[in-house]
Structures are given as C-alpha cells and as structure tokens.
C-alpha cells in the first residue's frame, strides 16, 4: 500500500523556518518524481514545488522567491521542504505527493503550518 | 493560466455534471488532470492525461477536450460526488476549483 506521511508543520512567527518531511513506502521512491502541493484554509489548492527522481532537477512556483528549498534523500525513502523568511500568506496544510505521467496520482494527509505572531 | 465553470454547480443526484477548464493558450492534452476534493478530505486524482481514468475510479467520471477548452463530465451524480474539483496543468499550476453542490 502507498503511504506519504508528511511531518514538521506547526506554529511559527513570521521570517522564521520550518523544515517539513514525507516519509513515503509502498513503492520506489527513487523512480518518482515528487511534489509539495498546499493549501490555504478555504482556499483552492496551489503547487509548491517538485523535484526529479534523482534531485538533480528541482522548480518552484514563483511565489517561493527563493526562500523554500525541496530536496529527498533516497536512501531514507523521504521527501522535504525547508521553508525560511516564512510569511502569514504561506499558511496552509501542506501535501506530499507523487508525480507521474503530468498529474498527482498519490497525496498524503498533510500537515499544517500556521505563520503567526 | 488555468480557468475553471462555473465557480459553482447546483445539481441534483442523478444528473449530469458538466465542468470547464480553460487553458491561457493551448495545451497538450497529456498534461490535464482531474482532482475531487470532498470537505475535509486530501485531494484525489480522477483524470491524467485529459482523458484517462486514474486507478479505482468509477466511469462515471470522464475527461475530454483539446487545444484551450477541456471538460469534466460526471453522468449520473452519486452523493459522494458532491465536492470540489479542480484541473491541474502539466503536474503544476492548478484552476481554482468547481463546487458541485446538492441542488
């Protein structure tokens, strides 16, 4: 069975960091692209970013402006997002997903990050 | 840019929905997708490629078009069908979503 278990949201003031995780089995990660999708409390959903099987290609909507990084370690089976310079707008439940043939085929449950004072 | 209709759509069960998405220019077709969003729920795939159902979904769901104009057809509306849809372009940018609500 494919499993995504995203971690490492929560509470965080405004300009500081967090470093989400997917912890992803049921499959080879290492043939995958994957993704980080979110999305804001009522609010549609908006990709993130995605990164390639083997890391070597990565690209961010333009809303990142550089201060969130998606990388994966394929030997630990996991997906991650360092997010800095965090700002109220990026609060939202953030997904992990995977990435094959163009579209999102397996998501996990997500996991929220609120940007608050 | 992807442009969903309507924003919302009132129908009864057992009807037949029918949903927009519009391309900014044109597209491949292999780079539409489908997604169903139910309240509270994570997002799940229905359609990749426009047109191809994604594993365990009912064929009641089908994907169409080309060029600019593609369409989500759901036949005979279930109540589990109920929910929000939204198209996604080349596994990124996404439309902002249909309602399909319980006339």
């Known amino acids: 069975e494919v499993q995504l278990v995203e971690s490492g949201g929560g509470l965080v003031q405004p300009g500081g960091s967090l470093r989400l995780s997917c912890a992803v089995s049921?499959?080879?990660?290492?043939?995958?692209?994957m993704c980080w999708v979110r999305q804001a409390p009522g609010k549609g959903l908006e990709w993130v970013a995605s990164?390639?099987?083997?890391?070597?290609?990565?690209y961010y909507e333009d809303f990142v402006e550089g201060r969130f990084t998606i990388s994966r370690d394929n030997a630990e089976n996991s997906l991650y997002l360092q997010m800095n310079s965090l700002r109220a707008e990026d609060t939202a439940v953030y997904y992990c997903?995977?990435?094959?043939?163009?579209?999102?085929?397996?998501w996990g449950q997500g996991t929220l990050v609120t940007v608050s004072s | 840019v992807l442009t969903q209709s309507p924003g919302t759509l009132s129908l009864s069960p057992g009807e037949r929905a029918t949903l927009s998405c519009r391309a900014g220019q044109s597209v491949s077709s292999s780079y539409i997708a489908w997604y169903q969003q139910t309240p509270g729920q994570t997002p799940r795939l229905l359609i990749y490629g426009a047109s191809n159902r994604a594993t365990g979904i009912p064929d009641r769901f089908s994907g169409s078009g080309s060029g600019t104009d593609f369409t989500l057809t759901i036949s005979r509306l279930e109540p589990e069908d109920f929910a929000v849809y939204y198209c996604?372009?080349?596994?990124?940018?996404f439309g902002g979503g249909t309602k399909v609500e319980i006339k």
């Open positions: 049921g499959f080879t990660f290492s043939t995958y692209w």
């Open positions: 996604q372009h080349r596994g990124g940018s």
């Open positions: 990164i390639k099987q083997d890391g070597s290609e990565k």
């Open positions: 997903t995977t990435s094959k043939s163009n579209a999102l085929h397996n």
